[in-house]
């Protein structure tokens, strides 16, 4: 089982910057994606950003040019480091992993940090 701990979020101001990092409880090496999903009030949660063990990365079209998914296996963490942020980000962001196992996606969350983007 593996455990992932988010932090870093916060309440900023329009065209302010976080970083989120999320630690892992065990390696990260293995894990075939890692990123992050957020859930604003009444909507689903969508993916925000993700990267695979080779390094590739996925951003929500919203997120391009603005936030940026990195990983460091030796430190067991993912980080998103979220750039020109606007009000329409202001959500509960959660810690993703994914592993694949015999075949088998399993899945591991965060238990979600909040981002507020408020003037």
């Known amino acids: 089982q593996v455990q992932l701990v988010e932090s870093g979020g916060g309440s900023v101001q329009p065209g302010g910057s976080l970083r989120l990092s999320c630690v892992a409880s065990g390696s990260i090496s293995n894990m075939y994606a890692m990123g992050w999903y957020r859930q604003a009030p009444g909507k689903q949660r969508e993916l925000v950003a993700s990267?695979?063990?080779?390094?590739?990365?996925n951003y929500a079209d919203s997120v391009k040019g603005r936030f940026t998914c990195s990983r460091d296996n030796a430190k067991n963490t993912v980080a998103l480091q979220m750039n020109s942020l606007q009000p329409e980000d202001t959500a509960v962001y959660f810690c993703?992993?994914?592993?694949?196992?015999?075949?088998?996606?399993?899945?591991?969350w965060g238990q979600g940090t909040q981002v507020t983007v408020s003037s």
């Open positions: 990267i695979t063990s080779a390094g590739n990365t």
């Open positions: 993703h992993a994914r592993r694949l196992v015999s075949l088998v996606w399993y899945d591991f």
